[in-house]
Nanobody, 123 residues
Framework: QVRPVESGGGLVQAGDSMRLSCAAS????????MGWFRQAPGKEREFVAA????????DYEDSVKGRFTISRDNAKNTVYLQMNSLKPEDTAVYYC????????????????WGQGTEVTVSS
């Protein structure tokens, strides 16, 4: 099984938007729940958003609700995280993870992790 690969990170200013992508091959992607997590400097990794096998089945951490949108394109084996109205506190390394079970918020629920993509939001 190939680990997911994130892309799309970089440096933006507060208020800007950014879209992260995560490509996952070597699995029946459409049946996998996908999650985004992030780890800010000096902090533990935390849940950001998740999407289930059914695309409308989504979950968000409270601080990103209304600003971030998770979506998936099964034809491209890719999950996206659209991030709008970015804040300096969104600065972190963002990780994509997947698992062939139900949508979840807990890191232990996820089997395969990407190496992360860094997002920096300047004030």
């Amino acid at each position: 099984q190939v680990r997911p690969v994130e892309s799309g990170g970089g440096l933006v200013q507060a208020g800007d938007s950014m879209r992260l992508s995560c490509a996952a091959s070597g699995r029946l992607f459409s049946t996998y729940a996908m999650g985004w997590f992030r780890q800010a400097p000096g902090k533990e990794r935390e849940f950001v958003a998740a999407i289930g096998e059914i695309p409308r089945d989504t979950d968000y951490e409270d601080s990103v609700k209304g600003r971030f949108t998770i979506s998936r394109d099964n034809a491209k084996n890719t999950v996206y995280l659209q991030m709008n109205s970015l804040k300096p506190e969104d600065t972190a390394v963002y990780y994509c993870a997947d698992q062939p079970r139900e949508i979840g918020r807990q890191q232990w629920q996820y089997d395969y992790w990407g190496q992360g993509t860094e997002v920096t939001v300047s004030s």
